[in-house]
């Protein structure tokens, strides 16, 4: 059985990220979806809601969890027995942090390979900043996520959320 690890802040999950679940659901037999809970991006979706989204946003596919995780990555690999991590590269820019982490991530834990997808072309230039600052501006997202993150996203701005949206 070969499990990867799909980790990231998701904040909140957009087209992007689901087309490179995609791709993954395909190499794999099973894919966990990992939320950072300890993420220094400071969310606007708190952990829970980002679960929920991804949950909804993946259940039509049977060999994908949605949990969270904290502490070392590789290690929290290693508890779920997954052999791969599952990373997006949209752009040259994402290269270099990339590479960096895969690199420490292997000196860490050797067994675990670093797995680069590239998402379809019309999908890199899409991240979560993006959506959170074009729904923060009223903007329609509807090119970017699903309808429920739409929903989600009107419904949090509408409360208030948009100050630590920067
Ligand atoms: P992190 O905070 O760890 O960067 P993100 O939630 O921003 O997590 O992204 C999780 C993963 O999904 C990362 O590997 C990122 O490169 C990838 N990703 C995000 N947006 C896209 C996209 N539009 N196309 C392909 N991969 C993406």
Do not use: C, W
Not at 33 to 38: D, H, L, P, Q, T
Request: charged fraction near 30%.
């Amino acid at each position: 059985m070969k499990i990867a690890i799909y980790p990231g802040t998701f904040d909140p999950v957009t087209n992007g990220h689901l087309d490179i679940l995609d791709r993954a659901v395909k190499l794999f037999d099973k894919v966990i979806i990992s939320v950072a809970r300890n993420s220094t991006k400071n969310p606007i979706f708190t952990e829970d809601e980002r679960i929920a989204l991804l949950k909804a946003a993946a259940k039509k596919y049977k060999n994908v969890r949605v949990e969270s995780f904290t502490g070392l990555l590789v290690e929290y690999a290693r508890s779920k027995k997954a052999t791969a991590i599952v990373r997006g590269l949209r752009v040259i820019s994402d290269f270099e942090y990339e590479f960096q982490m895969a690199l420490a991530n292997r000196r860490l834990h050797e067994d675990v390979e670093t797995v680069f997808l590239m998402p379809n072309e019309k999908y890199t230039y899409l991240s979560s900043s993006i959506v959170r600052e074009v729904a923060r501006l009223n903007g329609n997202v509807r090119d970017f996520v699903p309808p429920i993150v739409r929903r989600a996203l009107k419904k949090k701005l509408r409360a208030g959320g948009s100050s630590t949206n920067a």
